[in-house]
């Protein structure tokens, strides 16, 4: 049986896109829901152009309420999976998909992670701090923000005179690259 996936993202959804893209012909998984908090974001047209469903909630539904938990048992989604979904988990989904909920975050976790660190935000934060050093992170998601056990990272060098764009550039080339990848292996362990 292939596993099924659910996409929850806020914005624009180039990761969502990337793992869509991915599992449209895998024999191992596919992407079965694409939900959202943001009733204007994009990653519901790319849900559309790829047919497959999706479900915009508000913050009412998600913290006061059952009702995505139900939803994703009711479509017997194996995996939850956050890109670019800014809003924390609660404890209901937690408890429900333990250890099957991951994360990409564009730091090297612990750095540059937490409340309020998304977008170019996290890029300023390094320019900022002088790091040599930048990259993705891949994790389990935990009851905190960016905070839970790490699957994989994703390292590039700071060179001197980059810029915001080049170091936003460099991260989403990474976690394009990789995020699918890594949910496949993912996937084939819990085959
Ligand atoms: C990605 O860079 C992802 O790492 C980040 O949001 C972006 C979404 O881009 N997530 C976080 O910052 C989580 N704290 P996308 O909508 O184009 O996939």
């Keep these: ?10 914005g624009s959804g180039s ?48 913290y006061q309420t059952d ?9 017997e989604i194996d995996l939850v999976v956050l890109a670019g979904f ?3 988990v609660p404890q209901n989904l937690l408890n429900a998909f333990p250890n099957k909920i991951i994360n990409i975050h564009p730091s090297l976790l612990p750095k540059h992670g937490g409340k309020g660190m998304y977008g ?7 320019l900022a701090a002088g790091d040599e050093e930048h990259g993705i992170t891949i994790h389990f998601v935990n009851e905190n923000f960016d905070d839970g056990e790490i699957i994989y990272q994703g390292r590039f060098r700071v060179e001197k ?13 990474l976690e394009h690259l990789h995020y699918p990848k890594v949910l496949e292996g993912l996937i084939k362990k819990y085959n």
């Design 1 to 10: 049986m292939k596993k099924r996936i659910a996409i929850f993202a806020s």
């Design 15 to 62: 990761n969502a896109q990337k793992i869509m893209e991915h599992f449209k012909y895998s024999d191992d998984a596919e992407v079965a829901l694409v939900l959202s908090n943001n009733p204007e974001a994009y990653v519901l047209q790319r849900a559309d152009n790829f047919e497959i469903p999706s479900h915009v909630f508000d913050r009412h539904d998600f």
């Design 67 to 75: 009702e995505i938990v139900s939803l994703l048992k009711r479509l």
């Design 86 to 88: 800014l809003w924390l």
């Design 120 to 126: 170019d935000r996290v890029h300023k934060a390094v």
């Design 161 to 173: 005179g980059d810029t915001l764009e080049i170091l936003k550039f460099n991260g989403q080339q």
